[in-house]
């Protein structure tokens, strides 16, 4: 679509500031395929009621991806709004206590929305670096990372239950101190229960003491990455076992008892029609129980941490009642990370300059202000994890076409990257250099089997000089 069309499209959107800023609450959940849940895919195995209810009643995106097909990068993208190589690293900054992934002079949405009266919380896996309080009551040297990120209140773990130090940590401060790397009492399988009654009492707290503000508030599940220890019951509801497939698939119904229990709280504390709820993943699936007759990734090729649609392309829902109208589908591309520009969007607040620079708004079709047929997005990019770069996919050095036997021997393998450039239903591969690697018509091929770079080359120079244009952008 041409940007001036585009643009005018948008305009009737323009009063959302004149309407009441919603209450917004996002639940990103953790290695989660969007084959994982019976709303997108007939054949799941998962009961997922909450997520099924919550798509009946509000808008299900059909070409949602994350802006890498990793964690750490993705989790930057969806609290600043950039892509991952404005951050610090191109590749996440997984670590703890040294500079996150935010560059200095960078705002999370937390800190964009504060300006607009809202009170922001966020709850489970951090995975942005920072720097973190490792004894308690005492701060870190350096401004503990949720507050520098302007949440007002948050209950973390910096890496998530997977990786040292496995503890919670209030505002950024241990709250029992560790022992070779974890909490004294740590127990895996109690995260989601403790993330779960943290935010009900944050919920409950706002409503009887801040209940004339709105909130924002981002909670990460620890379903589904491993270590998969699923708890026997959670808020009453049994967990383990629940599936019949494996401790994956526990902690993939475990989000949906989360997200479950969270618009419960809503609605006993009468604030669900004045909340956007928004349920996602921060990558692609991992199809572990395919001989189970269980797909992660519905048919997808590849999986996470890989530049194929397996890997980036996630669940992404919206529900707002009385707003957003129930049952309805968007089919064009967008990025997990436009949740910032939509929540900006809702608020009335514009966009600051030099931030958000690649986010879109989705309020517009969310409100029904434009049809869904309108693609809001004339690009977006992807990209894969370090060391599933295209030498090791596809073969592909240097402009090269080699053995992917001989390619996975490359000792440089291991630093590479592929990223993806869509337009539509179009998908460019490029290798980290800019260079085209694959051209995919996604409409006809899905399961991205047939490379046609060979047919289109003029599409595929226009392609990769957007790329271009776009690694280059500043603001």
């Given at each position: 679509m041409?940007?001036?069309l ?28 969007w ?17 099924d209810?919550?798509a009946?009643?509000?808008m ?7 802006a890498?097909?990793?964690c750490?990068?993705t ?16 590749k996440?900054t997984w ?10 002079g960078?705002?999370?949405i ?32 350096r ?6 990120w ?16 496995q503890?919670?940590?209030r ?11 974890k ?8 995260v989601?229960a ?19 503000r709105p ?11 491993e270590?998969y ?6 808020a009453?509801?049994?967990l383990?076992?629940?599936t019949?497939m ?6 993939v ?17 009468g604030i ?8 996602t993943s921060d990558?692609?699936g ?16 590849g ?5 194929f649609?397996?890997g980036?392309r996630?669940p992404?829902i ?7 109208a ?5 089919h064009h ?18 966009k600051p300059?030099?931030?958000?620079v690649?986010?879109v708004?989705?309020?517009p079709?969310?409100?029904g ?15 894969s ?5 295209p030498?090791?996919?596809?073969g ?9 036997t001989?390619a996975?021997?490359?000792k440089?393998s291991?630093r590479e ?6 337009q539509g ?14 051209l995919?018509?996604?409409?006809n ?14 599409r595929?120079?226009a ?10 952008k500043?603001?």
């Amino acid at each position: 679509m041409k940007r001036s069309l585009l643009a005018a499209l948008m305009l009737l959107a323009a009063p959302l500031a004149a309407a009441k800023q919603p209450n917004i609450l996002v639940i990103l959940t953790d290695d989660v395929g969007w084959g994982d849940l019976p709303c997108y895919n007939p054949k799941s195995r998962i009961p997922a009621p909450a997520v099924d209810k919550l798509a009946a009643e509000g808008m299900r995106f059909t070409h949602a991806h994350a802006a890498a097909a990793l964690c750490a990068p993705t989790r930057y993208s969806m609290l600043s709004g950039n892509y991952p190589w404005r951050g610090r690293s191109q590749k996440g900054t997984w670590g703890y206590n040294i500079p996150s992934q935010f560059r200095v002079g960078q705002k999370s949405i937390a800190q964009m929305l504060r300006d607009a009266g809202y009170r922001s919380a966020m709850f489970g896996k951090a995975g942005i670096g920072g720097f973190w309080g490792m004894k308690p009551g005492v701060p870190p040297v350096r401004t503990a990372a949720p507050v520098k990120w302007g949440f007002d209140h948050s209950l973390l773990i910096p890496r998530g239950h997977q990786a040292p130090p496995q503890a919670f940590f209030r505002d950024g401060i241990t709250l029992s101190g560790l022992k070779r790397g974890k909490a004294p009492d740590w127990d895996a399988s109690k995260v989601g229960a403790t993330l779960l009654d943290d935010a009900v009492s944050f919920l409950k707290d706002h409503v009887r003491n801040h209940g004339d503000r709105p909130f924002f508030l981002h909670f990460c599940t620890d379903g589904a990455h491993e270590p998969y220890v699923p708890a026997v019951r959670i808020a009453g509801k049994k967990l383990k076992g629940v599936t019949g497939m494996t401790g994956r698939t526990d902690m993939v119904h475990e989000t949906d008892i989360l997200l479950g229990e969270l618009v419960r709280t809503l609605e006993t504390l009468g604030i669900r029609d004045d909340t956007l709820v928004i349920y996602t993943s921060d990558n692609g699936g991992l199809p572990f129980e395919r001989a189970m007759g269980h797909d992660s990734v519905a048919g997808l090729r590849g999986k996470k941490s890989t530049i194929f649609e397996g890997g980036t392309r996630v669940p992404f829902i919206a529900s707002w009642p009385g707003r957003v109208a129930p049952g309805t589908r968007y089919h064009h591309p967008i990025g997990t990370h436009d949740v910032v520009a939509t929540a900006l969007d809702l608020a009335g607040v514009e966009k600051p300059h030099g931030q958000a620079v690649d986010s879109v708004s989705l309020a517009p079709v969310l409100l029904g202000d434009v049809p869904v047929r309108t693609p809001l997005r004339d690009f977006l990019v992807t990209q894969s994890s370090p060391g599933r770069g295209p030498s090791v996919d596809f073969g592909y050095q240097a402009g090269k076409l080699k053995s992917a036997t001989k390619a996975k021997k490359n000792k440089n393998s291991g630093r590479e990257m592929a990223f993806a450039i869509y337009q539509g239903d179009w998908k460019l591969v490029l290798d980290a250099g800019g260079r085209p690697v694959a051209l995919y018509d996604l409409e006809n091929d899905l399961g991205e089997e047939t490379n046609l770079i060979d047919r289109h080359s003029d599409r595929v120079k226009a392609l990769a000089a957007e790329f271009r244009r776009i690694r280059n952008k500043r603001s």
